[in-house]
């Protein structure tokens, strides 16, 4: 078994400071993909936040990359 893929190419972007450009992008297109697929306008932002701070949990436990 293998973990599965985060939604950044590597678990070394979510490792970033939060307001990195690499997060600020992710979360921003997070957000706008969850508005085209009818997600509430007045939340998405916040709602995606936690989506992004649920996958940082997740590289934070997860395997370095190997090479």
Known sequence: MD???LGMPSRDYFLHDAD?????????????VARLMGANPDTVRTDMANVLKFETALANVSWKNKS
Do not use: G, K, T, V
Not at 20 to 28: G, I
């Open 3 to 5: 973990e599965p893929p």
């Open 20 to 32: 990195s450009p690499d997060q600020r992008a992710y979360l921003a297109y997070m957000s706008a």
